[in-house]
């Protein structure tokens, strides 16, 4: 009875290194885990001991005799990997990194940004008995993407939170939320008042299309999309026009997937989830029944994981369709266009919403006056070059989709960091091994860029905390000013309404106090003076005793 993992997992190898025969890969170390859309258990090696499933943080492995119909095909494609990679040597895995032992409060690091990138280097340099950490974010709430990216009907991965609050608390860890640098402290405060500074802040913004009419109203990014319905403070009063009947997604990336779903979802089910309520409020009211998510190239070329589609097929009240197939294309290309293929055959159910792939389209204009109408594309067809690389090329058809809502989603975007280097043309912080010079580091996406997946964070600050002790024990970092006690004026200011973590767990205790009356994980707070005003009611944290010597008279 082999396990088997169901879906995008979080990659963060909690599984691997839980398995008592090596029969889980890629694993980290190996060529491909980087990239990988999931990890796969080795049906033929696996010893049915459940050791994956009880240390998989997401849920994501379960007996194959536990699978439901729409997981099955996940059975197939675990075993289908070892067809292909039978990784016939296992070498035992060796993922503790040297520990460093130092005095207690030796090392004083600052990581910006409480996302995933930031809690795992948060954990990576608190294995180190002798290092302090603190974790700053601009929002009052930490989780990053996982509480503000991972959509509602995903709630198993947003399970990956309960690593980070087992990372909150372990000694040396300390939250400053609320706080941003660039407005509240400078980059050089916090230099001056630690040894070294970790920036892990994500990419906040999206890629533009570049078109016309791209900023009429009703032509929005789907990453703010993303953060309104998942409750980002940021877009708690934002409002959208759900008075359509059918919507544009362009872009066929897991995120765009995302925005369908959530789109053509049943609003009772969304209820059952941590959606925010105005969200779920303008679900319940929408009129949009059709959702397109449009791609410049091909089925094969899609951006899509596979295991992200295996999910959406598996959806039991909504039409998936697909358009634009190319001539020529054998449907047993891969396992995706395999699928894609089964989906083009499937006959749509009359009055069902629906999910529309349609490939082989590049949006030229976003048509309107005072709001979008319409979108209009250039029809494509595939060449390869001489080099073998696929191009989508215009045949110089057009069509016009009638839509009054364009939902952008082809990437995220990094900003500069203030007192950075970038570059432009990445959306990065140059760097080595994550050192961008001693003392200063980057970790996540303005590490690498928009890629991987949650747990792919996990190596990526690895390989950064190396680089930042490999500096601290040849000598490269700069100790705090004398006398600053790691808070000098400028940052006690900036701390002094600063939520820390009594405050962020008073928010998560009400949040899922809230939930629990109403059915649901949570009820999230949305707004921003709300959320400070429930943190100030965190008890105080209690106070440690002074432990005094005993001085024995004689």
């Known amino acids: 009875m082999p396990y088997v993992v169901t879906r995008s997992c979080c990659a963060d190898a909690s599984c691997v290194l839980a398995c008592p025969v090596n029969c889980i890969h890629p694993a980290p170390g190996e060529p491909g885990f980087a990239e990988a859309e999931m990890l796969y258990v080795d049906p033929r090696a696996c010893v049915d001991c459940g050791a994956c499933a009880t240390a998989c943080p997401v849920d994501a492995l379960k007996p194959h005799t536990r699978l439901t119909a729409g997981e099955r095909p996940f059975l197939d494609l675990n075993a289908a990997y070892y067809d292909d990679d039978p990784h016939a040597v296992r070498t035992p895995l060796a993922l503790v990194p040297r520990q460093r032992r130092l005095s207690d409060g030796e090392l004083r690091v600052a990581v910006v940004g409480a996302g995933p990138a930031g809690l795992f280097a948060a954990d990576e340099l608190l294995k180190h008995p002798g290092v302090g950490v603190t974790v700053l974010d601009r929002l009052p709430t930490p989780y990053g993407l996982a509480r503000a990216g991972v959509a509602p009907d995903h709630q198993d991965t947003k399970q990956v939170t309960r690593l980070f609050e087992a990372i909150e608390g372990q000694p040396g860890f300390s939250y400053r939320l609320g706080v941003e640098v660039g407005r509240d402290l400078r980059h050089e405060d916090l230099l001056r008042t630690h040894h070294a500074v970790v920036y892990a802040v994500g990419a906040a913004t999206d890629r533009r299309l570049g078109i016309d009419g791209e900023d009429l109203p ?20 934002t409002t959208y026009a759900l008075d359509c009947e059918r919507a544009v997604v362009v872009g066929n990336g897991n995120v765009a997937l995302d925005v369908a779903r959530v789109l053509t979802a049943d609003p009772a089910a969304l209820g059952r989830t941590d959606i925010a309520d105005g969200a779920l409020e303008a679900l319940r009211g929408s009129r949009v029944r059709e959702v397109v998510v449009l791609g410049r190239r091909g089925p094969a070329e899609a951006s899509f994981t596979l295991p992200e589609l295996l999910a959406l097929a598996a959806l039991d009240d909504i039409d998936v369709v697909v358009e634009g197939w190319p001539e020529g294309l054998a449907e047993d290309t891969s396992a995706k266009t395999a699928l894609l293929a089964e989906l083009a055959a499937r006959t749509p159910v009359p009055g069902r919403r629906r999910i529309v792939l349609r490939f082989l389209a590049t ?14 594309v250039a029809r494509t067809e595939l060449r390869t070059d001489a080099d073998g690389t696929v191009r989508a090329v215009p045949t110089g058809a057009t069509d016009v989709i009638e839509t009054s809502l364009v939902l952008r989603s082809v990437g ?9 280097p970038f570059d432009g043309a990445t959306g990065t912080v140059p760097h080595e091994r994550g050192r961008v010079e ?5 970790a996540g996406w ?9 747990g792919t964070n996990k190596s990526c600050a690895e390989e950064t905390v190396e680089a930042l002790l490999d500096d601290f024990e040849a000598g490269l970092l700069t100790a705090p000013a004398a006398g600053t006690g790691g808070a000098d004026a400028t940052v006690a200011t900036a701390y002094a309404d600063a939520v820390g973590l009594d405050g962020w767990q008073a928010i998560d205790r009400a949040e899922r106090a809230a939930g629990a009356l109403r ?6 707070i949305t707004d921003r003076e709300a959320l400070l005003a429930t943190a100030r009611q965190a008890p105080p944290a209690p106070r440690r005793r002074l432990l005094l010597p005993v001085v024995r008279r004689s």
């Open 438 to 442: 001693p003392g200063v580091y980057v």
């Open 218 to 237: 009703g032509s929005v990014a789907a990453t703010d999309f993303v953060a309104w319905y998942n409750g980002h403070p940021d877009h708690g009063a």
């Open 519 to 524: 059915g649901r994980p949570r009820v999230k």
């Open 446 to 454: 303005i590490k690498r860029g928009p890629s991987g997946f949650i």
């Open 412 to 420: 995220y975007r990094a900003r500069p960091v203030p007192g950075l």
């Open 363 to 376: 949006p030229t204009r976003v048509l309107g006056g005072e709001r979008v109408s319409g979108l209009e």
